[in-house]
């Protein structure tokens, strides 16, 4: 009788951690196969500073920065108004009130055809962490 009252206890707790404890759990957010956004590119003060993958930024990469996207997932970044596409692996982070979708090297940006408007509107379609075979044959023109 004595060992009752400190069972019914821990049945209890046991229950109510089952129950309520899912809550507490932190969920993956599950990220969209492919984004619609603006990309911008990156200004040439940031050459050579590091990214927050720890790799040092070069503008004759292809590399870019997202919010969301784990750190060394390559995207194809399609620019909507021409159609050029480009393979980038994402490797640094924008500012947290950036609105911006991706921020990409100079070399992306002129790949893609955007460097004298700035901006473009772009699809991101994600194609995991490995490394394409050949980066020079997904630059569509």
Known sequence: MRFLKPFIS?????????LFGQDTI???K??????????SFYDNKFNGRKTA???????????????TLPLGTY?????LRNKKSVI????????????????????????LGYIKSGLTR???????????ADKQKYVRK
């Open 53 to 67: 993958s720890g790799e040092i930024f070069s503008q004759k990469k292809l590399t870019g920065a997202h919010n």
């Open 30 to 39: 599950k990220v969209s196969r492919v984004q619609y956004g603006t990309a």
């Open 122 to 132: 772009v699809k991101v379609e994600i194609l995991g962490k490995t490394r394409p």
């Open 88 to 111: 980038v692996k994402i490797n640094d982070r924008l500012h947290a009130k950036n609105t911006r979708l991706i921020d990409l090297t100079r070399t992306a940006a002129t790949q």
């Open 10 to 18: 821990v049945c209890f707790v046991f229950i109510g951690i089952a």
């Open 75 to 79: 995207v194809k970044v399609t620019n």
């Open 26 to 28: 932190k969920q993956k």
